[in-house]
């Protein structure tokens, strides 16, 4: 038994061993992150945040401040339905978490001292329910075996800077069941990573991966019915040691098929040699919640098609039907979240219920659908929208679409006198200013000129200006005289440009900051790069052009310009060839770039 022989060099394991459990007992060091988080405010939707002291579960580690961050998402739950229940909305690495349940440490599941002060041990009910059974099939078959948890999700899911995924609680990282020489199991100080041999890399090979236990969990894990497992990550090499202890068992051949199916070494991330990063699909009611499948569907699995199906149609019967305006309102909201475009007719329609928060909901949604459809309901309910608070989330849901009739009516509405007001100092004239910013047609120009001079939208105006042309003027906005002169200045403009496209103003705005654009062709990618760290309009006039040049779509304008630089750069230098470009002296990073949002591959 090997365990017996790693005696020989037992003196060492002795010092190593005291090294270990010292580093076990010691205060984590993430605390502090984890304050600094709180105190930096590092997440704006946190909706309230507080310090507490907290008495520790772990008898041995003495409490300490531990940051809890109290925070509420509503959702349109329906009457029938448990408000407490968990809800996984959209996909793991874009999505959120309702309800998020918290694993509490019990005889055979345990949080790792680090991630236990992240505060990020919640999943949905079924997530927890398979860990929980799967630990106690390992326990069952070898008792007293505990399985350590490293980061799951925040209570409310969203991001966490750990890993790209991990945002809507069906996904894990659990560390792999290891012993000492000695044949014990004692709880690691961290994640830790396994070399070929199967021992440990830290803590120079104390600790090492047991095949068997190993294999218990992922047999737990794939076999649970609560819910269905999607992906068990781990490096090559350690499956190789987990499957073949499944073969030497006598696991019959179909199982073992498909366990392999799930349990591999991922590609294009990391290798996974220092925890098992499980994930399971969406139930039938996380999918009627909005829960969206990525990646790979095995053939066994159940997609819930028919589950999700009945639960659009009865969405749609309550928004239709249902005496309740709440009810009605929840609805449309759940059509969103299920992305019903075949209900589309019915959510125009709530968008003339009788009810104002019904039809709050149903703009919201026609403007998450974006579609022309969409669009041309929204333009037509404006001028017959008497609710203060629904005209402004239209104009909100107007601003997210880009074509020229939005842009007419937009246009129309800046030149029609309109006292409404969008809470307090915000007329319903500057939001549809805001609105203009995304536009990409310039039919709205002149409308926007004529309003410089209004003291209450000149700004927002001149900002919807500056994106729409990428051209800046320069304004003293503190003189009294400011709206006047931008509106002269801004009238000489439009003059000598009307007559040309607006693809030539974007390129004319760059150079003028000083960026070497001469097109919005593929030529200019490398001044394009630089100029997403220029001014906001260039930079974000600069992404829009790249994402029209390659054809990707990436979330980068919610991001920090270093990061949107980032990706932008590392893209196009993967590509030069095909963009006949060559970008192999420029750096991946721009110098002072600091990591933060960008994608990075998955780690502890
Ligand atoms: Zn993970």
Redesign the pocket.
């Known amino acids: 038994m090997d365990v017996m022989g790693s005696f020989g060099t037992s003196a060492r394991w002795l010092l190593v061993a005291v090294l270990a459990m010292s580093c076990s007992t010691a205060q984590p060091d993430g605390l502090d992150e984890v304050n600094e988080q709180v105190a930096n405010g590092r997440r704006g939707d946190r909706a309230t945040t507080s310090i507490a002291r907290v008495q520790s579960v772990f008898p041995e580690i003495p409490s300490w401040q531990h940051a809890v961050v109290e925070q509420t998402r509503p959702f349109p739950f329906l009457a029938g339905e448990d408000p407490n229940s968990s809800v996984s909305v959209g996909t793991t690495s874009d999505g959120t978490l309702i309800n998020g349940r918290w694993i509490a440490p019990s005889p055979t599941v345990e949080i790792l001292p680090l991630q236990f002060t992240r505060d990020l041990a919640y999943g949905t009910d079924e997530l927890v329910a398979a860990l929980r059974s799967a630990a106690a099939h390992v326990a069952e078959k070898t008792p007293g075996s505990i399985l350590y948890l490293g980061?799951v999700a925040q209570r409310w899911g969203g991001d966490i800077q750990w890993?790209v995924?991990?945002n809507n609680g069906r996904?894990a990282?659990l560390a792999f069941y290891s012993r000492d020489p000695f044949g014990w199991q004692r709880r690691p100080p961290n994640l830790l990573h396994y070399g070929q041999n199967l021992r440990s890399v830290e803590f120079s090979g104390f600790y090492r991966f047991d095949a068997a236990l190993n294999a218990d969990l992922a047999q737990g894990l794939f076999n649970h019915t609560g819910s269905q497992i999607q992906y068990m990550f781990m490096a090559r090499y350690l499956e190789l040691a987990v499957v073949d202890v499944l073969r030497q068992r006598g696991v019959e051949r179909e199982e073992l098929i498909k366990i392999q199916e799930v349990l591999y070494e991922p590609r294009g991330s990391a290798i996974h040699d220092d925890?098992l990063?499980i994930r399971i699909y969406c139930t039938a009611d996380d999918l009627c919640g909005g829960c969206e499948n990525t990646g790979s569907i095995r053939p066994w699995v159940d997609e819930f098609a028919s589950a999700k199906a009945a639960c659009v149609e009865r969405f749609a019967d309550i928004v239709q039907d249902d005496v309740d305006p709440v009810q009605r309102a929840h609805a449309v909201s759940r059509l969103g979240l299920v992305g019903a475009t075949a209900k589309r007719s019915v959510v125009i329609a709530a968008a003339s219920d009788s009810d104002p928060g019904v039809r709050l909901a149903a703009v919201a949604v026609l403007g998450q659908l974006r579609d022309s459809e969409s669009t041309r309901a929204l333009i037509a309910r404006e001028p017959l929208e008497a609710d203060a608070a629904v005209k402004c989330a239209l104009v909100d849901a107007l601003g997210g679409t880009r074509g020229r009739p939005t842009a007419d009516h937009l246009g129309a509405m800046l030149a029609r006198e309109d006292g409404t007001m969008c809470g307090a100092g915000l007329p319903l004239k500057a939001k549809v200013a805001q609105a203009a910013t995304n536009l990409e047609s310039t039919g709205i120009v002149p409308a926007l000129i004529a309003v410089l001079d209004d003291v209450q939208i000149g700004a927002a105006a001149a900002e919807a200006l500056q994106m729409l042309t990428n051209h800046q003027e320069a304004i003293d906005w503190s003189q009294p005289t400011a709206g006047t002169d931008a509106k002269t200045q801004w009238e000489a403009w439009y003059k000598r440009n009307k007559k040309k496209t607006r693809e030539v103003w974007l390129a004319a705005g760059f150079r003028e900051v000083g960026y070497s654009v001469a097109s919005l062709q593929k030529q200019s990618v490398p001044g394009l790069l630089d100029a997403i760290l220029g001014p906001k309009h260039c930079s974000v006039n600069a992404q829009r052009a790249l994402m029209k040049i390659s054809g990707e779509d990436p979330a980068s304008l919610d991001w920090s310009p270093e990061d949107a630089a980032w990706y932008w750069t590392r893209f196009f230098k993967k590509n030069q060839s095909k963009y006949g470009l060559d970008l192999s002296h420029r750096p991946e990073r721009p110098v002072s770039a600091t990591p933060s949002d960008a994608p990075e591959p998955?780690s502890q």
Do not use: K, L, T
């Open positions: 980061n890993s995924s991990h996904d990282d925890h990063h998955d």
